[in-house]
Nanobody, 126 residues
Framework: QLQLVESGGGLVQPGGSLRLSCAAS????????IGWFRQGPGKEREGVAC????????NYADSVKGRFTISRDNAKNTFYLQMNSLKPEDTAVYYC???????????????????WGQGTQVTVSS
């Protein structure tokens, strides 16, 4: 059974860092594009970052460019989101997702992704 499990969320002060992980089981990530999304209080789910199956293509939301980095380790069947210089507006539940065609669309849309994790809470507050 295909499963994605996020971890690494928590409470961090503004300016701090967190690294989120998403471990896949029941399938091999290597041929999938992958993405990170977030949903803040009262907001719609939005795309944060994605990376293609080859790792050769990445895209980021403008709000996180230069602060967040997406990466993948196919050998571990896991992918990551390194988040630096965190801001209170980054507070949200973060979700990982897969894109079965292996792509990383320029517009990181919810409807382009197929399978989802359960989410992990990130709170940025002093």
């Amino acid at each position: 059974q295909l499963q994605l499990v996020e971890s690494g969320g928590g409470l961090v002060q503004p300016g701090g860092s967190l690294r989120l992980s998403c471990a896949a089981s029941g399938f091999t990530l290597a041929t999938y594009g992958i993405g990170w999304f977030r949903q803040g209080p009262g907001k719609e789910r939005e795309g944060v970052a994605c990376i293609s199956s080859s790792g050769g293509s990445t895209n980021y939301a403008d709000s996180v460019k230069g602060r967040f980095t997406i990466s993948r380790d196919n050998a571990k069947n896991t992918f990551y989101l390194q988040m630096n210089s965190l801001k209170p507006e980054d507070t949200a539940v973060y979700y990982c997702a897969t894109e079965y065609l292996g792509g990383c669309p320029r517009s990181i849309l919810v409807q382009s992704f197929d399978d989802w994790g359960q989410g992990t809470q990130v709170t940025v507050s002093s």
